[in-house]
């Protein structure tokens, strides 16, 4: 008798095994990641910043990254982190949060949000095919982030290098996310 | 498309992120259980919907998520001036003001083109 796999249950990411683009740019789903939404007062940032080992950033469309950790701020008092990993149940930023002790709300978000990596000569031209933001690097440099909107759906953004950026988008939308992200790619390599 | 300054987020973004969130300044009474019933109506439902300048809460829902205030002329959609949720009600800075009044004459509205001219 064929002995039994003892990982039975294993997760796919929403857009696993997709992939898209065009000449001018590439297009692929990120890997799994924890991620955490973490809403905490500005008295206690500094208590987060030393629990997570990483500042979390205070400055309105800027991010900071420690420790395979990144923060993006989202508003004055919210934060979306992520870090590498996260095929599993149970987070451990929610963890490094709460050995905090202070008052903070860390949710876990691991599942409900996938990533769509954007890269290449045209990723800016490809996102402003739904999204409104100025994205030249004057206005949206290496590191800026920002909640926006992408077509019909809410997506996090932000950009890790001059030709990259990241789509922190919820599942259910990715479809539609990055069915509208090839629509602009193709037309970005016109 | 309408740029709306965000006082949190510290620049201009775009209309589609952003909720129209109501009159501003509504103040609820301090024991809401002894007002009269009309005293009732008038904080919860009567709104003054001004024509002209306005105070108004908008959101920034898909941004940073924040309540704010604006100042904004209802009869040319200008965004006069936005502040932080929780500040007094802000005064109009003087250039913004006559800048309203120049636009505000300027605009073609209905009453004036369809309506009973007055």
Redesign the interface.
């Known amino acids: 008798m064929a002995e039994l796999d003892s990982n039975i249950a294993t997760r796919s990411l929403p857009l696993s095994g997709v992939h898209g683009g065009s000449a001018a740019v590439r297009l692929e789903p990120a890997q799994p990641a924890e991620r955490i939404n973490l809403r905490v007062g500005a008295e206690d940032v500094s208590a987060l910043s030393a629990a997570l080992g990483l500042d979390l950033p205070v400055k309105p469309k800027t991010s900071s990254s420690a420790n395979g950790r990144t923060a993006l701020w989202i508003g004055p008092d919210e934060w979306l982190v992520f870090a590498d990993g996260g095929g599993s149940i149970g987070s451990s930023l929610t963890q490094a949060a709460a050995s905090s002790n202070v008052v903070h709300s860390a949710t876990d978000i691991s599942h409900r949000n996938t990533a769509i990596l954007v890269s290449g000569p045209g990723a800016a031209a490809t996102l402003n095919a739904g999204c409104a933001l100025d994205l030249s690097l004057d206005a949206f440099p290496i590191g800026a982030c920002s909640r926006t909107l992408f077509g019909k759906v809410e997506i996090v953004l932000l950009r890790t290098a001059e030709n990259t950026f990241r789509v922190e988008v919820w599942r259910s939308f990715s479809d539609y996310a990055f069915g509208l992200l090839s629509e602009g790619a193709r037309d970005a390599a016109l | 498309?309408l740029l709306i300054h965000c006082p949190?987020?510290?620049?201009d973004?775009?209309e589609?992120?952003f909720r129209w969130a109501g009159e501003a300044h509504v103040v609820r009474p301090e024991n809401i259980a002894a007002i009269s019933d009309e005293e009732f109506a008038e904080f919860f439902f009567l709104r003054n919907n001004e024509k002209g300048l306005t105070y108004e809460r908008w959101r920034h829902i898909?941004?940073?998520?924040?309540f704010f205030n604006a100042a904004r002329d209802t009869v040319s959609d200008r965004f006069l001036m936005t502040y932080k949720a929780g500040l007094p009600k802000q005064p109009l800075p003087v250039a913004e003001k006559f800048a309203a009044i120049a636009e505000e004459k300027s605009v073609e509205t209905w009453e004036q083109t369809e309506g009973d001219a007055r």
């Open positions: 498309m949190y987020c510290e620049e973004r775009s589609l992120e898909h941004g940073c998520g924040r």
